[in-house]
């Protein structure tokens, strides 16, 4: 069992910047892929960064890239999703999750991870 804590998220104006962080604990951290997604109301969860085990393979969305960085600290068991040049449509609950399984690919699919956090609300003003 894993427990996942995400912490970080706010009212920012459209431009600021957040750090959100995701506490992991009940595993072994490094053997974690860990992701990022959100959801804003009334759309589906989608995927926004994802990180291997050891930090050293990292995945964006179309929407996020160039703004997001993802990284990890395996000795903190802590993952953290930094927003830059935040935009409204960033608005939405912002997720954790972890993986316990080898993928190849690039960690984007919700099937692919095992424990969920509950969520941090991102609210970006315009």
């Known amino acids: 069992q894993v427990q996942l804590v995400e912490s970080g998220g706010g009212l920012v104006q459209a431009g600021g910047s957040l750090r959100l962080s995701c506490a992991a604990s009940?595993?072994?951290?490094?053997?974690?892929?860990m992701g990022w997604f959100r959801q804003a109301p009334g759309n589906e969860r989608e995927f926004v960064a994802s990180?291997?085990?050891?930090?050293?393979?990292?995945y964006y969305a179309d929407s996020v890239k160039g703004r997001f960085t993802i990284s990890r600290d395996n000795a903190k068991n802590t993952v953290y999703l930094q927003m830059n040049s935040l935009k409204p449509e960033d608005t939405a609950v912002y997720y954790c999750?972890?993986?316990?399984?080898?993928?190849?690919?690039?960690?984007?699919?919700?099937?692919?991870?095992?424990?969920w956090g509950q969520g941090t609300q991102v609210t970006v003003s315009s």
């Open positions: 999750a972890a993986s316990l399984s080898y993928y190849s690919g690039s960690y984007e699919e919700q099937y692919e991870y095992d424990y």
């Open positions: 009940g595993r072994t951290f490094s053997t974690l892929a």
């Open positions: 990180i291997r085990y050891s930090g050293s393979s990292t």
